[in-house]
């Protein structure tokens, strides 16, 4: 069985991994990929973007599955185009991606079905947003519709600081026209869960819950990241908060997705918040989410690519997914300066004992030798009985991995480890 693995970074090189465990897998191409990825994949030049050159691909190459993990191909209908050509995949279609790739219609489609969310507007003239501003409860968070490579999304604790938000996305376009039109939300509080789901349309089935660490520095200070690590499985995520979101936010959302004719078949990610008036959701993805893929994965006891399959094909009820008891914790190593400005091209080490606990992100081969090409470099996953002892693993393996200019946080799961304590 020929597969091809859609993406380049972190994420991608975890479901790989997994896939290459299932015994029919005789090879995997990854488009784009990276360098650390060559020993398990043939990489393919291309671009995520590009959906009609992958389908092509997929049909010239005989390729029998293809697993469809970033956002905006997914958004710009990848899926469809493979379709097309009756080539299966992994991930929701164009019309079912919009749940992320447009944050009005997520929104809206909270506030139709009555799934909890933070009280917000939408705006699509700047002046008018402004004015609301005047008068709108600070904090408050200020979202650009489209994809922004999760970037599109602001906290103002101030009138000011909102104001300049709204300017910097819809005027000087600094998402360029994921800005066209924002959501102006209710700023809420409380800790933060994300949880990955399997689904079918017909079947959901949660993930293990996780805890990612969004700011570059100790102490959730500095810039906002795609993630610096992740721990798993969330503290703060009791069994009966699982039951409260299965039956308020999980099931209603499939359902809800159904009745507008936009079935959701692939990864379904629900960003949460445990207010204190119960959980709500933050944002959808319309994928498997990174840094989190890489915690969540390395405790799925079932095989992968079948539950992958199962959803395809709709018969996600027919398999009996478990995953492990074990914790996780994984720690993203970055290079220094990330995610502003910070340089590249340094040869990464890697000691062959812990390579299978290694997920590259940002890394190219030049003269047979792997460097670092990116602002996340690596992600380094230690799966232990207890959290503690996974935070230490991970660390661990982190002081045996070297290049220069590497940087990463100190205190992935130091949260987590708190929270147990405090329960």
Known sequence: MKVLVVGGGGREHAIIKKIKLNSSVEQIFALPGNGGMAKEATLVEGNVKDVDFIACFAEENNIDYVIVAPDDPLALGCVDALNKKGIPAFGPDSKAAVIESSKVFSKNLMKKYGIPTASYEVFDNSEKALEYIETAPIPTVIKADGLALGKGVIIADTREKAKDAVISIMCDKAFGKSGDRIVIEEFLTGPEVSVLSFTDGKTIIPMVSSMDHKRALDGDTGLNTGGM???????????????????????????????????????????????????????????????????????????????????TNETLSDINIEFSDSCACCVIMASNGYPAKYDKGFEITIPDEIIDNVYVAGAKISDGKLLSNGGRVLGVTAVKDSLEEAVRASYEMVNKISFANAYYRKDIGQRALKAKEAN
């Open 229 to 311: 690590g992740t721990v798993a499985p969330n503290p703060y995520y009791t069994s009966e908060i699982a039951d409260e979101c299965m039956g308020k936010i999980f099931i209603p959302t499939m359902k809800a997705m159904n009745a507008e004719g936009r079935t959701f078949k692939g990864c379904l990610y629900f960003g949460l918040m445990l207010t204190k008036d119960g959980p709500k959701v933050i944002e959808y993805n319309c994928r498997f989410g990174d840094p989190e893929t890489q915690v969540v994965l390395p405790l799925l006891k079932t095989d992968l690519l079948s539950v992958m399959m199962a959803v």
